[in-house]
């Protein structure tokens, strides 16, 4: 990951940052997620470099695209039609 991307997911939740792994930064398609290392644990959130964290990349679901939500839903509407009048 870029360090743009990893300082901006940082700025948003620097101050719950642990040595637990964060969420994904996103909720689909490639984020990253980042946690304390060991000796960083008592440092103030506002103290914190980049030195004092692990950053990895995360992978979600592939984003669903407007067409996709558009055209499962209108299955699923037709599959209801069918069994409605059947």
């Known amino acids: 990951p870029n360090e743009k991307v990893v300082n901006d997911y940082l700025q ?3 101050s719950s940052v642990t040595t ?3 969420p994904c930064s996103v ?3 490639n984020g990253v997620r ?3 290392r060991a000796h960083a644990d008592k440092k103030k ?3 914190l470099t980049m030195d ?3 950053v990895e990349a995360c992978v979600m ?6 067409f996709n939500v558009v055209s499962n839903s209108l299955g699923l509407v ?3 039609v069918l069994a409605l009048f059947n």
């Open 12 to 14: 948003k939740i620097r």
């Open 20 to 22: 637990e792994w964060t």
């Open 27 to 29: 909720t689909c398609g």
């Open 34 to 36: 980042i946690r304390r």
């Open 45 to 47: 959130a506002e103290d």
């Open 52 to 54: 004092d964290l692990e």
């Open 61 to 66: 679901d592939k984003c669903a695209g407007i």
């Open 78 to 80: 037709i599959l209801l």
